[in-house]
């Protein structure tokens, strides 16, 4: 058995309103919520990055699973924002935690799935018998130009886990991906914001990808969707997920849960993996979860997940995502546009 065996995550206090970015630049506040689907999105703090938030973000997932951080044998972060371009981030993360000098780190980059990819990585890690725990996962302060329909969604947090092969609270049964050249979102070298091909992000893209991963996934379980309790979906905005997983024959009840875009934004790497530890704070024993991310450029990983006994325990020991979403302070535009380095 293999699997997470602790999670955690982290979402800044700060937020701003959809309403407070339309009125800076005279736009249809309401169009624009009943569009995205969005009411507010986080913000980070001057001094917080894609470091700060997995660091505490780890810190959380190894008091949930209730481990030495000493035997963690590797860390790997997905991030669209690390903070470096020559540096890796889980270095600073090992250190920050206390994990020692006898690990092996490496940064991942895909767009909104390289925190999935991470995770897929270090499970292969623990089942090679490589590491004892593997601590693997997705953080992001994400970047938007102003005046960008970005703006709106991008946002930060993330979402770390503790992968092992003993004390699993929930097995990871099945993993897979699908992936294809589609140039729908990018940032080149040297360029501060993304750029986005409009509408074809939608089908070509976010909407192609998720739907071939999540039936790969069905036909390797041997599963359909009435088969879960929980599923999740990437949430570049709240109609995106809704729609594929109508599509995919998912019901409001099992999506409900891990969908968060309206409240804090979309978190880029961080979230998919969020929408998972929001699912995990709730979830019992026996109960079986799906999670299909997105990364532009493109690509989808997949995850097909059950619950077990030991969930109950690594629950008491974590901090939930509620907690973190419902402490929150509001910003105005101008002290966004400092916050985030635009000022």
């Avoid at 997470?4 to 800044?12: A, H, K, N």
């Avoid at 939608?202 to 929980?230: Q, R, V, W």
């Avoid at 999670?291 to 997949?302: E, M």
Wanted: charged letters at 20%; a neutral charge; aromatic letters at 10%.
């Amino acid at each position: 058995m293999a699997g997470i065996v602790g999670w955690g995550c982290y979402i800044p206090r700060y937020r701003i309103k959809v309403d407070d970015i339309a009125d800076a630049w005279c736009a249809d506040a309401n169009q624009i919520k009943n569009g995205l689907k969005i009411i507010e999105k986080s913000v980070p703090s001057i001094d917080e990055d894609a470091a700060t938030i997995a660091v505490q973000a780890s810190k959380n997932s190894i008091k949930s699973a209730n481990i030495n951080p000493e035997d963690i044998g590797a860390i790997y972060i997905g991030s669209e924002s690390h903070p470096y371009a020559v540096k890796p981030t889980g270095t600073i993360v090992g250190q920050a935690i206390g994990v020692g000098n006898c690990y092996t780190t490496a940064d991942f980059e895909f767009a909104c799935k390289a925190g999935t990819a991470a995770v897929q990585v270090g499970l292969a890690f623990v089942k090679a018998k490589m590491a004892q725990y593997v601590l693997a996962g997705g953080c992001d302060t994400a970047q938007a130009a102003p005046g960008d329909p970005l703006e709106y969604a991008a946002s930060a947090g993330g979402a770390m886990y503790i992968l092992g092969v003993e004390n699993v609270a929930a097995k990871i049964n099945h993993t897979l991906s699908y992936t294809s050249d589609t140039p729908d979102f990018w940032r080149r070298n040297y360029q501060e914001y993304p750029s986005h091909a409009g509408a074809f992000t939608g089908e070509p893209a976010y909407f192609e990808h998720i739907i071939k991963a999540t039936n790969l996934m069905f036909d390797a379980a041997k599963s359909n969707a009435s088969d879960y309790d929980f599923v999740v979906f990437h949430q570049p905005n709240g109609k995106f997920p809704t729609r594929v997983a109508k599509r995919l024959g998912f019901k409001k009840e099992q999506f409900e849960t891990g969908l968060l875009v309206d409240r804090i934004g979309n978190t880029y790497s961080g979230a998919s993996l969020l929408g998972l530890a929001a699912v995990l704070d709730k979830a019992k024993p026996g109960q079986r979860v799906l999670v299909t991310s997105y990364g532009s450029g493109a690509g989808s990983d997949s995850f097909d997940i059950t619950i077990t006994e030991n969930i109950i325990d690594a629950q008491k020991r974590s901090k939930t995502i509620d907690s973190y979403i419902n402490d929150k302070s509001y910003l105005s535009y101008v002290q966004y546009l400092r916050n985030t380095g635009k000022l």
